[in-house]
């Protein structure tokens, strides 16, 4: 086991002044009576994804030692390899921790109680019927518990329904002997990582957090505060897990809107793009919202669905965000209604036509197919007989919605399409095979210089 008890190292206070110590640093711990437990880490994070790593990496390089958990050894194994998909400046830290001694990453959940602080960074999934999927958030935070020691501070951050903090970390551990504020202390601060994103530094990303107790609030902007350079306290922990579903809620909205003023500019004949960067000239009261083919990752089409989900139990209706939500599940499908029309339009039907998709990944340059509506499209495409295909050369292979798993193409002009569909544009895509004949459905509204151009 890495530990920065034998060797000194250099932490960064809260207020980012740099100091040696020779033991993992305890200030963010200050309301706590169980001060004398050994720790070998300052941090522990469970869950080395597209959160828990930038996450850890940040806490690092501000003077942490960390101990990162994932119970995924093909996960440990990427990031050991120097493969995780992270933007340039995360890579090198990666490549910097991998060298420290106090930096550990490990797949025994067992070393949890050696580390002061643990934050939990795992996926909130929702299931094929919408409905939240807890069942990896359950296991992390009953891991956490099982292992937790006094002295510790645990903060949640995984998307999830307010009142969740409570209900599996505060509750079972004050049924376990912990008092929280007491003993332990327990805090929620919503995740704010955007994938492959550099246009903000994660320190210039503001962090909210709430407590389960004042004393818990201040340990957690404590700790959060060595990397992140504003914290925003709020009044519970409920208020923190709600400030995360507000966020992506409005985002789904105005998708959602955006998706609908889109197609009404299209039946008048109005360039929407032109429209959108017109009102976004107004320095107040609008935020440009863009369409597209869907919205993927793990944040829009699926945190607003925790919201809706516990509303339901107190039969209560939000029909904006219900109406929003429903129409971004059906945009992929709106997507391939727009693809038989293009084909029947050129007198091809959709049963044989051949289609290829340009880029599958759900965001522009991130090798991540979370939730993409690209493996909708492809899937309903396939099932009406399409003879489909898809280039992008962050994917050598993908699995369909069926399980289906279908090669990508690294010379797209030999699969003689009958039709393209650019769903994402990565950076530098090439477009030199595009023939003058070849149509293009651009779902990104942004590429006005192909050829036989059609928008949805």
């Known amino acids: 086991m890495s530990t920065n008890i034998a060797t000194p190292s250099v932490v960064a206070t809260p207020r980012h002044e740099a100091r040696t110590t020779d033991q993992p640093d305890l200030e963010f711990l200050p309301n706590l009576v169980a001060r004398d437990h050994q720790f070998d880490y300052d941090v522990a994070i469970v869950g080395l994804g597209y959160v828990g790593l930038p996450t850890a990496l940040s806490l690092h390089a501000a003077g942490a030692s960390v101990l990162g958990i994932d119970v995924s050894e093909l996960r440990l194994a990427t990031i050991r390899n120097g493969e995780a998909d992270l933007l340039r400046s995360d890579q090198e830290r990666l490549a910097q921790a991998m060298q420290a001694d106090d930096f550990t990453i490990s797949g025994d959940s067992l070393q949890l109680s050696t580390a002061a602080a643990v934050i939990v960074c795992v996926p909130t999934p929702i299931d094929p019927y919408q409905t939240p999927d807890l069942s990896i958030l359950r296991s992390a935070c009953a891991m956490v518990v099982n292992a937790a020691v006094p002295g510790q501070l645990l903060i949640l951050t995984s998307t999830t329904y ?9 509750t079972p551990l004050e049924e376990g002997g912990l008092v929280v504020g007491r003993d332990i202390n327990v805090a929620f601060s919503p995740e704010r990582i955007d994938p492959g994103n550099d246009r903000f530094a994660h320190e210039d990303v503001p962090r909210v957090v709430g407590g389960a107790t004042e004393g818990c609030l201040a340990a957690a902007e404590a700790l959060l505060g ?17 400030t995360k579903l507000l966020e992506n809620t409005f985002r789904a909205v105005n998708i959602a809107l955006a998706n609908e003023f889109a197609e009404a500019c299209l039946a008048l004949g109005i360039p929407v793009m032109d429209v959108i960067g017109a009102a976004a000239t107004k320095p107040y009261g609008f935020m440009p919202f863009y369409p597209g083919a869907g919205v993927g990752g793990h944040c829009i089409p699926c945190d607003p669905h925790y919201l809706l989900w516990q509303l339901r139990k107190e039969h209560i209706q939000v029909p904006v965000i219900e109406q929003a939500m429903s129409e971004i599940a059906r945009r992929p499908r709106r997507v391939v209604e727009r693809i038989l029309e293009t084909l029947a339009d050129r007198g091809k039907p959709l049963d044989g036509a051949r289609v290829l998709v340009v880029g599958v990944s759900y965001k522009p340059d991130v090798a991540d197919l979370r939730e993409s509506p690209a493996l909708e499209i492809l899937s309903m495409l396939a099932a009406h007989g399409t003879e489909i295909g898809y280039y992008d050369p962050f994917f050598k292979s993908l699995r369909l919605k069926d399980g289906t798993e279908i090669l990508g193409t690294s010379e797209p002009g030999l699969f003689h399409p009958d039709l393209v569909v650019l769903h994402t544009d990565h950076a530098g895509t090439d477009w030199s095979w595009l023939g003058p004949d070849d149509v293009v459905l651009d779902t990104t509204y942004r590429r006005s210089d192909l050829p036989q151009r059609v928008l949805l």
């Open 162 to 170: 307010s009142g969740c903090t409570r209900d599996l970390l505060v």
């Open 226 to 242: 060595r990397y992140a350079r504003t914290m925003h306290g709020v009044s519970s922990l409920e208020a923190a897990e709600m």
